[in-house]
């Protein structure tokens, strides 16, 4: 497995967690194309925010090893991503559409 690889796997764990907990969750869900959006920048912020803690794609390929409990926590952390960020943008969302009391 190379680093592109990796990273791309662990996007699609957070597209598909984000459009599986929005499919279970209907408070959440703003559809198939906004659970993908949500799901690719909310895993990416969060890997991108601790991957330096040593799970990031090329840590996980270090040196041509292959450290396979790097890939289950980068994979949590991608699927996490996913989940938080479709509830943040949910937040978000009501957070801006409500309707201010006279």
């Not at 907990?21 to 194309?33: A, I, M, R």
């Not at 991503?81 to 969302?93: E, R």
Request: aromatic content about 14%; cysteine-free; proline content about 2%.
């Amino acid at each position: 497995m190379t680093g592109t690889l990796i990273s791309l796997i662990s996007i699609l764990v957070g597209i598909i967690a984000a459009n599986l907990f929005g499919y279970f969750n209907k408070k959440y869900t703003f559809g198939f194309k906004g659970n993908t959006l949500i799901g690719v920048f909310g895993s990416v912020l969060l890997i991108k925010s601790f991957g330096r803690l040593g799970f990031d794609p090329w840590s996980i390929m270090n040196n041509g090893d292959f450290d396979g409990l790097r890939l289950l926590i980068n994979i949590v952390v991608s699927a996490l991503g996913g989940l938080l960020g479709l509830v943040f943008a949910k937040w978000i969302y009501l957070k801006m559409n409500k309707k201010p009391e006279n």
